[in-house]
């Protein structure tokens, strides 16, 4: 049996696809896309493997936690 942790690692360094990060996050596939082609640093860190784009889950969530925005006086629409 995996260790907890080893495991939670495993599962949080999973490879995703444009689309699975897209219904992750709720943003459109086009987002990542334009992100990627615009050369932009507004998405996360993406990879190519074997030709394709692959995104590290863990990554998509460390660049989630990273767009929070941190001042209680930001009040959205």
């Not at 495991?7 to 943003?27: G, M, N």
């Not at 990879?47 to 590290?56: C, F, Q």
Request: hydrophobic fraction near 30%; glycine fraction near 6%; proline fraction near 6%.
């Amino acid at each position: 049996m995996a260790h907890p942790s080893s495991q939670a690692r495993a599962e949080s360094d999973e490879w995703l696809c444009t689309k699975e990060v897209a219904r992750l996050t709720k943003l459109s596939p086009s987002f990542f896309e334009k992100s990627r082609l615009q050369g932009r640093n507004y998405g996360p860190p993406w990879h190519k493997v074997g030709g394709r784009v692959r995104y590290r889950l863990s990554e998509v969530l460390a660049w989630l936690e990273s767009c929070r925005i941190h001042n209680p006086e930001v009040r959205h629409a």
